[in-house]
């Protein structure tokens, strides 16, 4: 039977530092294409995505035409910057050093290059040169939710490692101007980017309080690959999805609360819940059958910060730290992502020792 435990240390954010109006990302969007088929719609769904983005490059440079060899070194680079920064700001607040991680764990589906984040952390911070390292980029907006089940079955073999938990998105990259499906301007309208760390150990670390993981849960709805793409031009790397995507919760609802009331006998108490959109996220609460309060934390970052991708769920997680649940409080991190690939966490706070 397994016993050990894992628990999740307040995460470190390296959020981007060009704060955007999202009504200028959306006035420009319009003003640019002029002759849109659909620009009344375009209009509607685009004024109802307000707030701020935010972007590790200026506005100006996400939105100018780059080739596509300049727009991945622009991306690794920044995120490894930004990576190396959150990474050391997680240790510090776990308490602990380079010397002390026993694995690394790295998830960026637009961070791709050969070798990977991982090895360049490695060198960089540095770690142990026989550290674990477990490199994902694939998972996209489910990715911090994964990485979290990874580094918690990593300790159940290994529990006297301490796990690094990096997760990074540069997603205004993926910024084309070509693109013009109502989809893509919601996309453009919605991206931000984030760097995050945390630590993951076999026991609480730090002085903040921390998550334990209870039960963890990973579902891939069969034969929806064409939902969520990352696919590439003659410009670049870009996103693409289909309408079919708004039904991916309705189809998970089943499973998901299958595996709640088979693990949870009282109400979910917090949310740390991938944003993937207001109307994604409104039909999880409906799934949920959850409050406002519930779902707050993802609605404010969404409203400030935009869809970051995988890393979402720690800025999620950084606000509840700021404002946390009662001692033993259940909650539930959810991420969703291509595939359609579901990772979700049943977690228990805990109080920092007294």
């Known amino acids: 039977m397994k016993t050990t435990k894992a628990y999740v240390s307040r995460p470190a954010l390296i959020l981007g530092e060009h704060v955007v109006d999202a009504d200028r990302v959306r006035d420009d969007i319009l003003a640019w294409n002029p002759d849109h088929p659909e620009l009344d719609l375009a209009r509607k769904v685009l004024t109802n995505l307000p707030g701020t983005r935010r972007y590790l490059r200026p506005y100006e440079e996400i939105v100018a035409e780059r080739s596509p060899t300049q727009r991945k070194d622009d991306v690794f680079d920044a995120i490894l910057e930004a990576a ?30 050969m070798p990977g984040l991982d090895v360049h952390l490695q060198n960089t911070l540095p770690l142990r040169p026989d550290i674990r390292r477990r490199p994902m980029t694939q998972l996209a907006c489910a990715g ?8 918690e079955e990593h300790l159940a073999r290994y529990p006297d490692d301490n796990v690094l938990v990096v997760a990074g998105e540069f997603l205004s990259s993926l910024y084309q101007q070509s693109l013009l499906s109502i989809e893509d ?34 579902y891939v709805i069969p034969h929806t ?3 969520y793409r990352k696919e590439t031009d003659k410009r670049g790397d870009y996103f693409s ?9 309705t189809n998970l609802a089943p499973v998901l609360l299958k595996w709640l009331d088979e693990n949870t006998d009282t109400p979910l108490d917090f ?9 994604i996220l409104a039909k999880l609460a409906t ?10 934390h993802s609605r404010d970052v969404l409203a400030e910060e935009g869809n970051l991708g995988g890393p979402t769920i720690f800025s999620v997680l950084e606000r509840t730290y700021r404002t946390p649940p009662a001692d033993g409080g259940r909650g539930l991190v959810f991420g969703l992502g291509p595939g359609v690939a579901l990772g979700a966490l049943l977690v228990t706070w805990n109080d920092p020792p007294a």
Do not use: N
Request: charged share 20%; glycine share 8%; net charge negative.
């Open 287 to 296: 799934v949920l059958d959850v409050d406002e309060e519930f779902t707050k």
């Open 84 to 113: 190396q920064q959150a990474a050391r700001a997680a240790m510090d607040l776990a308490d602990i050093t380079p010397a002390d991680i026993g694995c690394i764990i790295t998830t960026s589906s637009t961070g791709d290059r």
């Open 144 to 151: 911090g939710a994964q990485a979290l089940i990874m580094a």
């Open 225 to 227: 690959t064409d939902r």
């Open 241 to 249: 999805s289909t309408r079919a995507s708004l039904r991916s919760v």
């Open 185 to 218: 301007l919601i996309y453009k309208a919605l991206w931000g980017d984030l760097v995050a760390a945390t630590v993951v150990s076999a026991r609480p670390l730090g002085p903040d309080g921390c998550l334990r993981i209870d039960h963890t849960l990973e």
């Open 271 to 279: 949310g740390i819940l991938h944003p993937g959109g207001p109307r």
